[in-house]
């Protein structure tokens, strides 16, 4: 069984400023492990995914998450807020048995970006 | 590319009717869909897993007579709710796997469903 663990429901920013939202996963099998951004009534879309290459991976709106298996972290920072990246984030973990496998996802963190 | 179109976005419905929630892959063929219920301010909860030509997977505490879930092509695949209650009011969202990528998904744009 997988889990994500993420820190904190609710992070506020100045803009321009470091984000860093933190999730932690728990899984028995090497994990796949995902960053999705979700805009109020909205689906989600992926800011980037983990699966077993390198371990920093960069993804869309400058955005990039570092996978840390010691910590088993997967925390996801962004140099500089920008106003439009306040949303919620979710992390997931998927179970990786094929590309069907099921994503559980954290319980999200809401990013609020301040001026 | 891979898009799911979800519909409709939002709808109200009376304490008792049924709401059937459609999820169209686009320009790919999703022999899997998966269907999500999120609570407000609360993450995605996996309800069911849909196959095409087959009977659809409930996750443990689903009620499958209620969330009657259809995948009868390869492009569609439906979550009907009967019998709605309020307590059925939430936020419903589709995925499928994302075609020709290892381990990606793509989503609807979802469905808030309000029952009063």
């Known amino acids: 069984a997988q889990s994500v663990t993420q820190l904190g429901s609710h992070v506020s920013v100045s803009e321009g400023a470091l984000v860093l939202l933190r999730c932690n996963y728990s899984?028995?099998?090497?994990?796949?492990l995902f960053w999705y951004v979700q805009y109020p009534n909205q689906g989600l879309q992926l800011l980037l995914k983990?699966?077993?290459?390198?371990?920093l991976v960069k993804g869309i709106n400058g955005f990039e998450a570092e996978f840390k298996k010691s910590e088993t972290s997967f925390h996801l920072t962004k140099p500089s807020a920008h106003m439009s990246d306040a949303a919620e984030y979710f992390c997931a973990v998927s179970d990786g048995t094929g590309t069907a496998s099921k994503l559980t996802f954290g319980t999200g963190t809401r990013l609020q970006v301040t001026l | 590319g891979a898009v799911v179109s979800q519909h409709p976005s939002w709808v109200i419905c009376k304490s008792g009717t049924s709401v059937k929630i459609e999820c169209r892959s686009l320009d790919f063929q999703a022999t899997t869909m998966f269907w999500y219920r999120q609570f407000p301010k609360q993450s995605l909860m996996l309800m069911a897993t849909s196959n095409e030509g087959s009977k659809a997977t409930y996750e443990q505490g689903v009620e499958k007579d209620k969330f009657l879930i259809n995948h009868a092509s390869l492009t569609l695949s439906t979550l009907t709710v009967t019998s709605a209650h309020p307590e059925d009011s939430s936020f419903y969202i589709c995925?499928?796997?994302?075609?020709?990528?290892?381990?990606?998904?793509?989503f609807g744009s979802g469905t808030r469903l309000t029952v009063v």
């Open positions: 995925s499928a796997p994302w075609p020709g990528t290892a381990y990606g998904y793509t």
């Open positions: 899984s028995s099998v090497p994990p796949y």
């Open positions: 983990y699966t077993s290459a390198a371990t």
